[in-house]
């Protein structure tokens, strides 16, 4: 659920060419904040695929050690990003086991981004890296992806929906990749 100060209701795809650079500011904010933390910062999402539409808000994954909460929390806290309280927000299933993380949200009024911290290594933040590159890489893959997103946006109006309904697809998508990097055809960026 989205924090009063988030927009919360229609689902709105858009490319905007400026999200690599939207994002290399978040890092480097994040960078600066997290110091040793962080054990690397990735565009993921499909804000990191050049040309997909997607909402209007960066996708960032901060890989971790461990995920010391306390530390990270207070890291976090001191930039003023909040961390997101629902339960699938701190753990994900990749391959039906669950695997822990934590989103935060930036301040009020700042750049709208998803700051995903995983553990370095682990099946989430691989996946979260296997689905950009993946999609960066197949262009057939790509652009069904975004017009199924972009058909799934214009028949529903409510964000949680949205998700409901794209995340069997995802799987299918998550299969495909799966394959494709079996080949070693990863492209890694």
């Not at 997909?52 to 806290?77: E, G, H, W, Y």
């Not at 590159?133 to 893959?141: C, H, K, V």
Request: glycine letters at 8%; aromatic letters at 8%; charged letters at 20%.
């Amino acid at each position: 659920m989205p924090f009063p100060d988030e927009p919360s209701d229609a689902v709105v795809l858009v490319y905007q060419p400026s999200w690599p650079d939207d994002f290399g500011r978040v890092a480097a904010q994040l960078a600066d904040a997290l110091g040793p933390l962080a054990v690397g910062i990735d565009h993921i999402g499909s804000t990191s695929v050049p040309g997909l539409a997607a909402k209007d808000c960066i996708d960032v994954q901060v890989r971790v050690a461990s995920l010391d909460t306390d530390a990270i929390v207070a890291a976090f806290d001191a930039i003023g990003f909040r961390l997101r309280p629902e339960p699938w927000n701190h753990g994900e299933p990749v391959h039906g086991v669950e695997h822990p993380k934590l989103v935060f949200a930036p301040p009020v009024a700042a750049r709208r981004a998803n700051v995903h911290v995983r553990v370095d290594g682990s099946a989430n933040a691989a996946y979260a890296l296997l689905f950009r590159d993946f999609l960066r890489s197949d262009e057939r893959a790509r652009t069904a992806w975004g017009a199924f997103k972009l058909a799934i946006a214009e028949h529903v109006g409510d964000l949680g929906a949205y998700g409901r309904i794209k995340a069997p697809a995802w799987e299918v998508l998550m299969d495909a990749a799966e394959r494709w990097a079996a080949t070693g055809a990863t492209r890694g960026a």
